[in-house]
């Protein structure tokens, strides 16, 4: 079968490692993939948003599988237009996508349903919505109501902070907000697969979202992983299924608008239970990371169960070995972030039995150079966090990234809780 992976990211090339590994795979094209795809996918210069070229490939190259990695074409309506060409595609219709695409319409979806979320309200006026922010105390969490990358969130412990962040999400023409009780838990990210109709679960993570070592700094889109997450217990994940997955499923279905793909669901587990965070319409980056180096067995035919509406066909068994990854970014990332550094050691990197998923990486001149903000996410496996942890950090320090840095004290929480530090 010939497969179409869209997207260039680490996420990607973790999704093309696995799926590559397939012997049902004949074909794997990465649209437009990166320099480390290309050891494994043949690499086609598509633009993940340009929704008819796409299309248009997948037809004239008699593609079987389309996966989706990133989440913009999805909320633009790439599925839509894949299945209305009759090519099978793993991700969801842009309607289905709105989980991602406007948390607005998630919360309300919760309110609806009963699931365990933060009370909230929606703004678009300004004046509106700093009149509401003493309702919910600090700190308080304010939300950009569209696609933000995984930062479109700020947690504001002063009046000031809050305002400063209405003031900036809503100063564009048409937008909204959400204003969010905040929730006292541990985070944790939750991954399960649906075809429209069931969901299974699919794994779990815990990632750090602060730039700076002790969680400090501003949001990024994930400086590291590991996985599984212990705090999410059997039980708790049978309550995540019962009380927040398949109700969103349910929901959906009963629109018309089904949902088919992987959802991930971040959750805040309060001493009253799990409750949603957000919802993501594809893999974490870089939970994805994590959760393809843990997964035992071929990708390919559960993603094809999934989206040929067929899951209760799937099977999905992750290997009781621990997974952790470090992401290396560029300096200046999350701000301004440094391109052309070169990097040298992936093969050195690779020999410690860690392996090395590229994510804004380019070749100039035959030599691979930072070409974006999270560039490298440096991932191995152990019998415990601890030990994933340290294969991860002897993988990153053969690298030689001299414009690069990293967080490291990635997984710390589980370390300390294995008895470590």
Known sequence: MKVLLIGSGGREHALAWKLAQSPRLTQLYAAPGNPGMAAVAECVDLDPNHVEAIVAFARDENVGLVVVGPEAPLVAGLADQLIADGVLVFGPTAAAARLEGSKGFTKDLCARTGIPTAAYQRFTDLAAARAALPRYGLPVVVKADGLAAGKGVVVAETTDQAEAALTDMLAQPGAEVVIEQFLVGEEASFFALADGRSAIAFGTAQDHKRVGDGDVGPNTGGMG????????????????????????????????TPYSGVLFAGLMLTAEGPQLIEYNCRFGDPEAQVLMMRLDGDLLPVLLAVAEGRLGDAAARFDDKAALTVVMAADGYPGTPAKGGAIDGIAAAEATGARVFQAGTALADGRLVANGGRVLAVTATGDSVTA???????????IDFPTGFCRRDIGWREVEREGGR
Do not use: C, H, Q
Not at 388 to 398: K, S
């Open 388 to 398: 994933a942890r340290e294969a991860a950090y002897r993988g990153v320090d053969a």
């Open 225 to 256: 992983a590991y996985s599984p997450a212990s705090i999410v217990t059997p039980a708790i994940a049978e309550r995540v299924m019962a009380e927040i997955i398949r109700p969103t499923v349910d929901a959906l279905a009963a629109d018309g």
